[in-house]
């Protein structure tokens, strides 16, 4: 049953992620098929206006008492991480009824202080990964997702991710017909490719020591050439065994990683902002044949070459790359 969705906004409300879920549980679409929903927003008063991030404010209809009952619980994004007793015990009732709990973005807060998060899958936006999983330790973080359906726990990336999660559980609930007249109505597709590590800018090991610095500078503007551990080495002036081990106290990482990930950064750069065929970019970024640019570039941003142009690209990429 999907009849009956409550949205949670709670003070700090961010107004795009709270109308996603608006968007596509609050419009009637009878008229194209689709059951009627019943939208209730709730806040910890009803009427009460709340701070949003944007310098607006939302008013709920309905208090805490308007998550009883309904099919669906949405928690919209907050800026908030402490939470009133009243509001985690009315989403700790909610989802001990039977209600399927989904968490917007950092809506996942509000689960995690209730404890809905407690060894369950979940996700959460990149960014907020690392101090959800220090206040959460139980939780079971899957950072590079844009949603998680963990059955009666949705939990979504950042942002326009939320609209993935809400059509994923119209999907769900009432089959692809039904996403897909919602998703022509928001111009956005029924289900978008890859996940939110796309669109993570990839940390790049630095030296944390002027020693490797020219080498590492010089490899980086040779991309192209093939570098084995015993040319950088040489061109260092040192062992094989020495430098494998200066590199990894200076980038705690292998020259191996280090030289993918430089690689992979170089493609996407030319993904952007060139035309070139796939084919071209792999020998400009040194993997040498477009198989391998696809292996590698996949596993560490994790869509293929061809995905992240469409998604990223500045200009039109030729046909067939």
Known sequence: MLSTIAVLVLPQVSPFEFGTVAEVFGIDRTAEGLPPFELRVCGPVAGEPL???VGCEVVPAYGLEGLRGADLVAVSATRMREFPDEVLDAVRDAAASGS??????????????????DDRRCTAH???????????PRARIDPDVLFVDDGDLVTSAG?????????HVVRRELGSAAVNVIA???????QRDGGQRQFVEQ???????DGLAPVLEWVVENLQIE???????RRARMSDRSFARRFVAETGTTPHRWLTLQRVLRAQRLLEDTDLGIDEVAQRCGFGSGALLRHHFRKVVGVAPADFRRTFATRTALAGS
Do not use: K
């Not at 399927?100 to 998060?117: D, H, K, Q, Y």
């Not at 940390?203 to 020591?209: E, G, H, L, M, Y």
């Not at 570098?227 to 080495?233: I, K, R």
């Open 100 to 117: 399927t709990m989904l968490a917007v973005c950092s809506g996942a807060f509000v689960l995690g202080e209730a404890g809905l998060l």
């Open 51 to 53: 701070s949003s991030t």
């Open 227 to 233: 570098h084995t551990v015993s040319d950088l080495a």
């Open 159 to 167: 942002t326009a991710a939320g609209i993935d999660a809400c059509l």
């Open 126 to 136: 990149w960014m907020n990964v690392d101090d959800l999983r220090q206040r959460y």
């Open 184 to 190: 022509r109505r928001m111009v956005v597709p029924p």
């Open 203 to 209: 940390p790049v090991p630095q030296c944390r020591a």
